[in-house]
């Protein structure tokens, strides 16, 4: 069995920051690409941040420049440090990320974490 946890999110003003927390545990054998998504009210989860196991990102174009994803593969964790938070950027922050158990180590499939809210307003 494994699982990802998020941590991290809150309430934050407007021009704030905020670094979410994914860490991935269990029977895992190896984590490949891991990446973070948002989901706001009434719309379709959509993709932030992208990281791949040697380090290469890929963001969207709203985060650009404010958001910096990051990994600690000894850890297995994944970061998502964002800053010059907009109330645009309220939503629901998922984890995921793509997985080889122990049991099946030739086998890969994709985990998603539980969700954390991000709230930005004054």
């Known amino acids: 069995q494994v699982q990802l946890v998020e941590s991290g999110g809150g309430l934050v003003q407007p021009g704030g920051s905020l670094r979410l927390s994914c860490a991935a545990s269990?029977?895992?054998?190896?984590?490949?690409?891991m990446g973070w998504y948002c989901q706001a009210p009434g719309k379709q989860r959509e993709l932030v941040a992208t990281?791949?196991?040697?380090?290469?990102?890929n963001y969207a174009d709203s985060v650009k420049g404010r958001f910096t994803i990051s990994r600690d593969n000894a850890k297995n964790t994944v970061y998502l440090q964002m800053n010059s938070l907009k109330p645009e950027d309220t939503a629901v922050y998922f984890c995921?990320?793509?997985?080889?158990?122990?049991?099946?180590?030739?086998?890969?499939?994709?985990?998603w974490g539980q969700g954390t809210q991000v709230t930005v307003s004054s």
């Open positions: 995921k990320a793509r997985i080889t158990t122990v049991l099946q180590p030739t086998v890969a499939y994709d985990r």
């Open positions: 990281i791949t196991s040697g380090g290469g990102t």
């Open positions: 269990g029977n895992i054998f190896n984590v490949y690409g």
